[in-house]
């Protein structure tokens, strides 16, 4: 089985960054796409970012796209989502997930393995 601890939430003003963590352990990590996806109160969890098995190849929801950069580093068993220029609309709780599906996918459906999250607030 696979665990997901995120770390590195926080407050941060608007304009501001923050790099959120999430450490797996439990199977070999580079056996596993893996994902950011974040839920706002009173809204759906919503798909953030994704990178494949080696990390050649990302995938960003428009929200974000050339403001947050997902990474992983498979010799740390740890995947990484770098947010800058933060707005207040980011704010939610953010999860990080694990995928087993051969192909990319934006849909939570096709995460197995999730994480408890980590709240990121940002101020305006």
């Known amino acids: 089985q696979v665990q997901l601890v995120e770390s590195g939430g926080g407050l941060v003003q608007a304009g501001g960054s923050l790099r959120l963590s999430c450490a797996a352990s439990g199977r070999t990590f580079s056996s596993y796409r893996m994902g950011w996806f974040r839920q706002a109160p009173g809204n759906e969890r919503e798909f953030v970012a994704a990178?494949?098995?080696?990390?050649?190849?990302?995938y960003y929801a428009d929200s974000v796209k050339g403001r947050f950069t997902i990474s992983r580093d498979n010799a740390k068993n740890t995947v990484y989502l770098q947010m800058n220029s933060l707005k207040p609309e980011d704010t939610a709780v953010y999860y990080c997930?694990?995928?087993?599906?051969?192909?990319?996918?934006?849909?939570?459906?096709?995460?197995?393995?999730w994480g408890q999250g980590t709240q990121v607030t940002v101020s305006s």
């Open positions: 990178i494949s098995r080696s990390g050649g190849s990302t």
């Open positions: 997930a694990g995928s087993d599906a051969l192909l990319y996918s934006s849909g939570s459906l096709s995460y197995d393995y």
